[in-house]
């Protein structure tokens, strides 16, 4: 069985520009959490969508967004990109709400 | 002061030492405690999770809660070159929690 999986690996923007990650849960699963890991931390809290619904956002900016697809896929949205978003995106899914996180193996973003 | 504290190490231990791995914290409210493992360009794998105070075992790793002190443990025995990772803390509020919070996790080398 396919896990968690992103798209895309890696990629470099530049100061200003926006991007889009996208996230396939493990089949089944109906909740997708988004997590940002800088280098040398431990990942933090962006959002969490469970059924479709925005159900947790964590203390980010605006410019991040999210939303969770009908299919329970979903596309985490950093608009006007800072050096500082540069880190490891993570998306975690799990069956509900209660449920462990399976993660995937994240999206490395680096902003120049 | 962190939420979630972990010392960085890097922890290094020969072939077949039994490793203690700690994690403190300062809010009071959580329940659910959890250990990832996580590999160099991958993500977090989810090793033991646990529900408020006391011992949980599987197989070479034993998680400890000690809820009054604020205070978690991972012990792994007969450790083994392919346990050299990053370990994360990670815990949460209620069982329905949307939101893990992380320590900064520790590095562990075990070397042949």
């Known amino acids: 069985d396919a896990g968690v999986t992103q798209s895309p690996t890696h990629l470099i923007k530049t100061r200003g520009q926006h991007v889009t990650l996208r996230c396939s849960p493990i089949?089944?699963?109906?909740?997708v959490s988004w997590y940002q890991q800088v280098l040398g931390q431990g990942p933090q809290f962006i959002f969490q969508?469970?059924?479709?619904?925005?159900?947790g956002r964590g203390n980010f900016p605006d410019r991040f967004s999210a939303r969770q697809f009908p299919n329970y896929s979903s596309e985490l949205n950093v608009n006007a990109l800072l050096l500082g978003d540069s880190a490891l995106y993570l998306c975690a899914s799990s069956l509900g709400q209660g449920e462990g996180y399976t993660f995937g193996s994240g999206t490395r973003l680096t902003v120049v | 002061q962190k939420e979630v504290e972990q010392d960085p190490g890097p922890l290094s231990v020969p072939e077949g030492a039994i490793v203690s791995l700690n994690c403190t914290y300062s809010n009071s409210a959580f329940q659910y405690f959890m250990w990832y493992r996580q590999y160099s360009r991958k993500g977090p794998e989810l090793l033991m999770y646990?529900?408020?105070?006391g011992n949980k075992e599987d197989g070479r790793f034993t998680a400890q809660v000690d809820k009054s002190s604020k205070y978690i443990s991972l012990f792994i025995r007969d450790s083994q070159p392919s346990d050299s990772a990053t370990y994360l803390c990670?815990?949460?509020?209620?069982?329905?929690?949307?939101?893990?919070?992380f320590g900064g996790g520790t590095r562990l080398m075990v070397k042949p």
């Open positions: 089949s089944g699963h109906k909740s």
């Open positions: 646990t529900y408020s105070s």
């Open positions: 990670a815990m949460r509020e209620d069982w329905a929690g949307n939101m893990l919070t």
């Open positions: 969508y469970y059924e479709k619904e925005e159900r």
